[in-house]
């Protein structure tokens, strides 16, 4: 299963219950507010708003997986692409199966559980 670029969503949940491998975006939110600080233009603030409310951040992703009962979660469409993995396995904190930071070129095994 792939999220797309999305926020925690129901709707994705189902769709994704028990599928060996949910693969999803991921955003940062330590990135996005420090690539907009404060004070922040209308125009600024409207897009700190669009990437916290249209994406999911690392801290939420475990649990949207967790709550569909995949196997692996696999992140993708990191944001930002050059953030170390450390931070990016914060998703594991509330998620019970395996995670993968995904890099460019991966290949997934998809198994029978």
Do not use: C, Q, Y
Request: charged fraction near 25%.
């Amino acid at each position: 299963m792939f999220s797309g670029d999305t926020a925690p969503s129901d709707n994705l949940v189902e769709l994704a219950t028990d599928a060996d491998v949910l693969v999803h975006e991921v955003i940062d939110a330590e990135w996005v507010l420090a690539k907009f600080p404060e004070p922040r233009s209308a125009a600024d603030e409207s897009k700190v708003r669009h990437h916290l409310n249209s994406h999911t951040r690392v801290e939420d992703v475990g649990a949207v997986a967790e709550r569909a009962g995949v196997h692996t979660l696999a992140l993708s469409h990191l944001v930002p692409g050059n953030w170390p993995v450390e931070k990016w396995e914060k998703a594991g904190k509330s998620f019970s199966g395996e995670l993968i930071v995904g890099s460019d070129l991966d290949s997934i095994p998809l198994r029978r559980w």
